[in-house]
């Protein structure tokens, strides 16, 4: 089974950028589609974006789409997130996720693999 470590949260102010990454272990992530999640406190966790083995194919949801970028470096076995424009309400805890098979995926139900998480904090 893969062992997943996230990295790079920290607080920043509105309008900031953070770069997360979500390095694994244990097995080569390049046949598997990853995905970002985030759980805010009081909340659920929640699909933020997904890619598939070879990074061709992305998705975002709607609240960060167009400020968000997920990218993977199959060979370094490590994925990103790029988060730009920055805003109080993405203060969560972003884990990321490895899925069943090659596609993206959305539902937290379907990692089969899990981070620990890191904290982000956007002040207003």
């Known amino acids: 089974q893969v062992q997943l470590v996230e990295s790079g949260g920290g607080l920043v102010q509105a309008g900031d950028s953070l770069r997360l990454s979500c390095a694994a272990s244990?097995?080569?992530?390049?046949?598997?589609?990853m995905a970002w999640f985030r759980q805010a406190p009081g909340k659920g966790r929640e699909y933020v974006a997904t890619?598939?083995?070879?990074?061709?194919?992305?998705y975002y949801t709607d609240s960060v789409d167009g400020r968000f970028i997920t990218s993977r470096d199959n060979a370094k076995n490590t994925m990103y997130l790029q988060m730009n424009s920055l805003k109080p309400e993405d203060t969560a805890v972003y884990y990321c996720?490895?899925?069943?098979?090659?596609?993206?995926?959305?539902?937290?139900?379907?990692?089969?693999?899990w981070g620990q998480g890191t904290q982000v904090t956007v002040s207003s």
């Open positions: 244990g097995r080569a992530i390049g046949g598997l589609g």
């Open positions: 996720a490895a899925g069943p098979g090659a596609g993206v995926f959305s539902r937290p139900a379907d990692a089969v693999s």
């Open positions: 890619i598939n083995w070879n990074g061709d194919v992305t």
